[in-house]
């Protein structure tokens, strides 16, 4: 074993090669054309896209259906979209770091190698401090929420699948639809609406099922690339057969929705059947593989449009909830109910007055 001070030189030369290495100019352009890339990339850009599609289309039904205005929200739009935000850009370079480690691209490896350090030490340190500062009552930490407990552990999951995408790209759709769907809708309501809501789980489930297939048909029309790249995907796992199988499964569960609303609520909802027929062409174009080349372009914008046409026939849906209370979120409830308490009392007090006079009489 080596004396101490010659580990100390040897890790002292480590850290000092390390530091130039990632000083060299080449390798500080691929940072900035990493970061760049994270935030400004094309298919980076549809991912934060279809992440704000979820929570537009939890809104949608909240102001359409629920009827709530934006005066009555639980104002935490900026503590919101700034976790979005920020972990996107981070799950994004976690993509870029592993697309390179794929590459085999050696020349920046100490430069991926700071980069996972930073990230795992923000992550960490943002999953493991949390509470403690909470516990504390940091004001970083302070949010206009009644639930802590759930919400950390909801937002903790949010992470931990959003970095299995990266880490387990065979599943990559799954843990996409997981925590991108189930979890942000249920984000969505605890941020700006304080309460965990299954209504508004079901109404995003058509999109969230739409976004699915496009996922589908891009790892179909890409299968022969990615096979050839030795590059892993979700469609790569289960064949291209039961890709375009569960391509059916995805529209026969959005058709079913869509026909719940049009037999329960209003006749309007036939209009969102239009993905049905398209989704049969869309079929025969999958099962024939040559004719799939403008598919992923046409799939992009019908998400879109269904949401768009979605969104339009939410207006007939029947509210869950008429009587809902305001606010939504009350930081002191226990001085609410006295007041309510004090309230009835005292209209109580005055119903025995107005009796007693009224035997006086």
């Given at each position: 074993?080596?004396?101490?001070?010659?580990?100390?030189q040897?890790?002292?030369?480590?850290?000092?090669?390390?530091?130039?290495?990632?000083?060299?100019?080449?390798?500080?352009?691929?940072?900035?054309?990493?970061?760049?890339?994270?935030?400004?990339?094309?298919?980076n850009?549809?991912?934060?896209?279809?992440?704000?599609?979820?929570?537009?289309?939890?809104?949608?039904?909240?102001?359409?259906?629920?009827?709530?205005?934006?005066?009555?929200?639980?104002?935490?739009?900026?503590?919101?979209?700034?976790?979005?935000?920020?972990?996107?850009?981070?799950?994004?370079?976690?993509?870029?770091?592993?697309?390179?480690?794929?590459?085999?691209?050696?020349?920046?490896?100490?430069?991926?190698?700071?980069?996972?350090?930073?990230?795992?030490?923000?992550?960490?340190?943002?999953?493991?401090?949390?509470p403690?500062?909470?516990?504390?009552?940091?004001?970083?930490?302070?949010?206009?929420?009644?639930?802590?407990?759930?919400?950390?552990?909801?937002?903790?999951?949010?992470?931990?699948?959003?970095?299995?995408?990266?880490?387990?790209?065979?599943?990559?759709?799954?843990?996409?639809?997981?925590?991108?769907?189930?979890?942000?809708?249920?984000?969505?309501?605890?941020?700006?609406?304080?309460?965990?809501?299954?209504?508004?789980?079901?109404?995003?489930?058509?999109?969230?099922?739409?976004?699915?297939?496009?996922?589908?048909?891009?790892?179909?029309?890409?299968?022969?690339?990615?096979?050839?790249?030795?590059?892993?995907?979700?469609?790569?796992?289960?064949?291209?057969?039961?890709?375009?199988?569960?391509?059916?499964?995805?529209?026969?569960?959005?058709?079913?929705?869509?026909l719940?609303?049009?037999?329960?609520?209003n006749?309007?909802?036939?209009?969102?059947?239009?993905?049905?027929?398209?989704?049969?062409?869309?079929?025969?174009?999958?099962?024939?593989?040559?004719?799939?080349?403008?598919l992923?372009?046409?799939?992009?914008?019908?998400?879109?449009l269904?949401?768009?046409?979605?969104?339009?026939?939410?207006?007939y849906?029947?509210?869950?909830?008429?009587?809902?209370?305001?606010?939504?979120?009350?930081?002191?409830?226990?001085?609410?109910?006295?007041?309510?308490?004090?309230?009835?009392?005292?209209?109580?007090?005055?119903?025995?007055?107005?009796?007693?006079?009224?035997?006086?009489?």
């Amino acid at each position: 074993m080596p004396p101490r001070s010659q580990q100390i030189q040897e890790l002292t030369s480590c850290i000092k090669l390390t530091i130039k290495k990632c000083t060299r100019p080449i390798t500080l352009l691929y940072l900035c054309k990493s970061l760049f890339k994270s935030v400004f990339g094309i298919r980076n850009l549809k991912t934060l896209l279809y992440r704000f599609l979820t929570i537009m289309i939890v809104i949608a039904h909240y102001t359409i259906v629920e009827k709530i205005n934006y005066e009555d929200f639980v104002h935490n739009e900026w503590e919101f979209m700034s976790f979005i935000v920020v972990w996107h850009v981070i799950f994004m370079n976690l993509k870029i770091i592993e697309e390179s480690r794929r590459k085999k691209n050696e020349e920046h490896l100490h430069m991926m190698v700071v980069i996972v350090g930073v990230i795992a030490i923000y992550t960490l340190s943002h999953i493991i401090l949390t509470p403690i500062l909470a516990w504390l009552d940091y004001e970083s930490t302070r949010l206009q929420s009644s639930y802590f407990t759930y919400r950390y552990i909801w937002m903790f999951f949010y992470i931990l699948f959003n970095s299995f995408i990266n880490i387990f790209p065979l599943v990559n759709n799954f843990m996409f639809f997981l925590s991108d769907g189930i979890i942000l809708t249920q984000l969505t309501s605890l941020y700006l609406f304080n309460e965990f809501s299954m209504s508004a789980l079901l109404t995003s489930m058509p999109v969230l099922f739409v976004i699915q297939n496009h996922g589908l048909i891009k790892g179909i029309k890409n299968f022969t690339r990615d096979e050839t790249n030795s590059k892993l995907s979700f469609v790569r796992l289960i064949g291209r057969h039961d890709a375009v199988f569960l391509f059916v499964i995805y529209t026969m569960f959005t058709f079913l929705f869509n026909l719940v609303d049009t037999l329960a609520n209003n006749y309007v909802f036939v209009f969102n059947l239009w993905y049905t027929v398209y989704a049969l062409y869309v079929f025969g174009k999958l099962m024939d593989n040559k004719k799939i080349n403008t598919l992923k372009l046409f799939s992009f914008f019908s998400i879109l449009l269904y949401g768009l046409i979605y969104c339009y026939t939410l207006q007939y849906q029947i509210n869950p909830f008429p009587e809902r209370v305001y606010p939504l979120y009350n930081p002191n409830p226990i001085n609410a109910t006295q007041s309510t308490n004090s309230t009835i009392i005292d209209s109580n007090q005055t119903i025995s007055i107005n009796s007693t006079n009224g035997n006086d009489l």
